[in-house]
């Protein structure tokens, strides 16, 4: 009797968990949707997230791991919204551009590639800092950045996209956030193909592929959410192990009182990559083959490379900071003053102009508001405000250099 009514409650717990994630499939994370089994998981994610069917791959010339680019004038869809939900899409190339901008033009004179901090993270196109440089310069400008890359993806998409219209000036805009990262992961990728081993995974795999293939597996979100959580549970490190118990919650102490910051507790890797780099396992020494290449490109092509440096919304608010856990602050300083030295130290050498963003930030940001903050609370990328300023730096720096719109 105890065994019927047991098995009896499961089923019925079953069927509610069933129905309820069919009703709302939105509420189930992106880290577990990832794991579920591929044909259901797109079906859950149409619409809401990405698919490599809206993506193309790009051929790399350096053995770097696959790089895609989503395709021409296809939805944007992100965890992260531009106010509003306002719909947006990608332009004619698959960037972040006003529509039309790159087929009507022969010749940009401004190019810019960087990370998400480039990119329309949470924004319109017309929102971003190279947009909004054009507006306040006359240079034309158009922006190649994309979420998820570091500097060596950044050439691929230069390479690819940018030479075409013989730049006068390109900005590579390394974020210190997670470009070391980034180049980590691309050393790591190399390696594994010259060895000849397997591939680094890029987080935590199935549990039980067979039974997620099964006739329920195909159809049942119920399983695959049960299955994805052990997946998650087996394997909790996602990329990098130290990132498990990091907490790396901070608050601004701002004019009118505190504002809490990174509230989803995001970018735990950068802690991690701030303590390889303390122990001496990843320097910025690994950018070396980008920057120089970088430098041989502008050489070749008759284009002023630029590389500035974006620091973390950590750096720009450090005199009004408090970390939830406060041995984080050394090593995160450590970390960002060491990238900036080393910019600016390999800059004659490789053939680039560095132009850091610190100073202009962190004046921007004196008495801290919720109203007139440089980067989202939440998504810890720049708000509409920040991009206004880095806009105003790079104007300034560009006309310091008698680069302007007539020529």
């Known amino acids: 009797?105890?065994?019927?009514?047991?098995?009896?409650?499961?089923?019925?717990?079953?069927?509610?968990?069933?129905?309820?994630?069919?009703?709302?499939?939105?509420?189930?994370?992106?880290?577990?949707?990832?794991?579920?089994?591929?044909?259901?998981?797109?079906?859950?994610?149409?619409?809401?997230?990405?698919?490599?069917?809206?993506?193309?791959?790009?051929?790399?010339?350096?053995?770097?791991?696959?790089?895609?680019?989503?395709?021409?004038?296809?939805?944007?869809?992100?965890?992260?919204?531009?106010?509003?939900?306002?719909?947006?899409?990608?332009?004619?190339?698959?960037?972040?551009?006003?529509?039309?901008?790159?087929?009507?033009?022969?010749?940009?004179?401004?190019?810019?590639?960087?990370?998400?901090?480039?990119?329309?993270?949470?924004?319109?196109?017309?929102?971003?800092?190279?947009?909004?440089?054009?507006?306040?310069?006359?240079?034309?400008?158009?922006?190649?950045?994309?979420?998820?890359?570091?500097?060596?993806?950044?050439?691929?998409?230069?390479?690819?996209?940018?030479?075409?219209?013989?730049?006068?000036?390109?900005?590579?805009?390394?974020?210190?956030?997670?470009?070391?990262?980034?180049?980590?992961?691309?050393?790591?990728?190399?390696?594994?193909?010259?060895?000849?081993?397997?591939?680094?995974?890029?987080?935590?795999?199935?549990?039980?592929?067979?039974?997620?293939?099964?006739?329920v597996g195909r159809h049942s979100y119920a399983l695959n959410l049960i299955l994805a959580l052990v997946s998650r549970v087996a394997s909790p490190s996602e990329k990098d192990p130290e990132k498990a118990g990091v907490d790396f919650h901070y608050s601004i102490d701002g004019v009118d009182g505190p504002i809490p910051f990174n509230l989803e507790n995001r970018d735990r890797d950068e802690v991690a990559a701030a303590r390889r780099f303390e122990r001496g396992v990843a320097t910025p020494e690994l950018w070396a083959g980008a920057l120089s290449r970088f430098g041989a490109l502008a050489r070749e092509h008759g284009f002023l490379a630029v590389v500035s440096y974006t620091p973390s919304a950590h750096t720009i608010y450090s005199d009004h900071l408090r970390f939830a856990d406060p041995t984080i602050e050394p090593v995160l300083r450590k970390l960002d003053d060491a990238q900036r030295a080393w910019l600016a130290g390999h800059a004659d050498a490789d053939g680039y102009v560095f132009h850091d963003l610190t100073p202009e930030l962190r004046s921007a940001a004196a008495n801290p508001r919720p109203s007139n903050l440089l980067y989202d609370p939440t998504t810890m990328h720049f708000s509409a405000r920040g991009h206004e300023v880095v806009a105003e730096a790079f104007a300034g720096f560009l006309a310091d250099r008698g680069i302007s719109g007539k020529k």
């Not at 010749?107 to 507006?135: K, M, N, Y």
């Open 1 to 215: 009797m105890m065994f019927a009514t047991v098995s009896l409650g499961v089923a019925l717990a079953w069927v509610v968990l069933e129905v309820s994630l069919r009703l709302a499939p939105q509420v189930i994370s992106p880290r577990l949707l990832i794991l579920f089994e591929p044909g259901l998981r797109a079906e859950i994610a149409a619409g809401a997230f990405p698919l490599e069917k809206d993506y193309r791959r790009i051929e790399r010339d350096d053995e770097g791991p696959p790089l895609f680019v989503a395709k021409p004038e296809s939805p944007i869809v992100s965890v992260d919204n531009a106010a509003g939900n306002a719909p947006r899409s990608t332009d004619e190339i698959g960037f972040c551009n006003p529509p039309g901008k790159y087929a009507a033009r022969d010749g940009i004179d401004v190019i810019s590639v960087g990370d998400s901090f480039t990119w329309c993270h949470a924004l319109l196109p017309a929102q971003t800092w190279t947009e909004l440089l054009e507006r306040r310069t006359g240079l034309s400008s158009f922006d190649l950045g994309l979420g998820g890359l570091g500097p060596y993806e950044y050439l691929q998409i230069l390479r690819e996209f940018g030479l075409a219209k013989h730049p006068r000036v390109v900005i590579m805009n390394v974020y210190g956030g997670n470009d070391l990262r980034d180049a980590v992961e691309y050393e790591r990728y190399r390696s594994a193909v010259e060895a000849g081993g397997a591939l680094p995974s890029e987080g935590p795999q199935p549990i039980a592929p067979a039974l997620a293939a099964s006739v």
